[in-house]
């Protein structure tokens, strides 16, 4: 088309009549009138050419060493922190963020792990020592001498709604492993109860009635006693002598009067590393 408008322009057209005659010609297709306008100008002024005269580009990318380090820097100062605030941060587009922290320092945004506590050099060398026991006492007799482990603990129900998983999320490096946090007390509506587990699954569970404190007293009485049904119904040709107990180092496990009543029933209590509560399924 600007060469059909050159040379109608060098025959003396005007601009409305190139128009028109394109419109003609090409129907729809035909460029509108201010670009013939704008053709006929340029000719008429000397113009020989019909490509577009050189004119800046795209803007300077964004993208830059900079702005890299300051969004890192921003994501390591603050992980959880989001997209949007980024951009409104640093003055970039939510797009050019998300590329940025995906593709230049290949970060990926993962849900925090909750733990119930930071185990200090002495406590996870404590820890396996303890694994390193059991090992040596269940690998001579294979998997069946599992089924002889009974292991419960008391564990709090709270009411209260659990945050969505996405308040947990913060950003990491691609090869990075999931952060974990601490998990605060909740001040809320809780009771207690008490679940053991064995090879099948919950056997036992009991509920602390309000008013009521988990003491030695209550947990050989009340909890105990259950327990050693439990097994007696669940194993009636197996001695009690064959369980294996592993619970933590609570009060109630350590007083003098459980500590006796196991001793009486021959039951033997697996070493427990201290406060490792997630090796006891209530606390998972």
């Known amino acids: 088309m600007r060469f059909y408008i050159f040379m109608l322009c060098k025959h003396g057209g005007s601009a409305k009549l190139i128009h028109e005659t394109l419109q003609t010609v090409c129907g729809d297709c ?3 009138y201010q670009i013939v306008c704008r053709w006929v100008k340029e000719f008429n002024e000397g113009k020989e050419s019909l490509s577009d005269c050189p004119r800046p580009g795209r803007p300077k990318s964004c993208v830059n060493e900079q702005t890299i380090a300051s969004i890192k820097k921003d994501i390591d100062e603050d992980p959880p922190i989001s997209v949007r605030v980024l951009s409104d941060t640093n003055g970039l587009l939510y797009g050019t963020v998300h590329t940025i922290i995906t593709e230049d320092p290949r970060m990926k945004k993962v849900c925090t792990r909750w733990i119930p506590l930071m185990l200090t050099v002495d406590q996870k060398r404590e820890r396996v ?4 026991e059991l090992l040596n006492m269940f690998e001579p007799h294979g998997p069946e001498r599992l089924s002889d482990i009974v292991t419960g603990d008391e564990t709090w129900f709270l009411f209260f709604i659990i945050p969505p998983k996405r308040l947990n999320c913060m950003w990491v490096d691609g090869q990075g492993d999931r952060p974990v946090v601490l998990r605060p007390g909740f001040q809320s509506r ?3 109860f008490t679940v053991f587990f064995n090879y099948s699954g919950p056997f036992v569970v ?6 009521t404190t988990m003491n030695a007293t209550y947990y050989v ?3 105990f006693s259950q327990v050693k ?3 007696n119904e669940q194993r009636p040709k197996v001695s009690t002598s064959r369980t294996l107990l592993f619970h933590d180092n609570a ?3 350590k007083a003098r009067a459980t500590t006796q009543s196991l001793r009486d029933l021959e039951i033997q209590v697996l070493p427990h590393p201290t406060y490792s509560p997630d090796l006891v399924p209530c606390d998972f």
Do not use: T, V
């Not at 020592?129 to 390193?132: D, G």
């Not at 009991?206 to 008013?211: A, E, M, V």
């Open 229 to 231: 049904s439990a097994i």
């Open 190 to 192: 809780k009771r207690m």
């Open 30 to 32: 035909a460029c509108s």
């Open 129 to 132: 020592r303890c694994a390193m």
């Open 251 to 253: 009060g109630p496990h």
């Open 221 to 223: 009485r009340n909890i």
């Open 206 to 211: 009991g509920l602390l009635p309000q008013d």
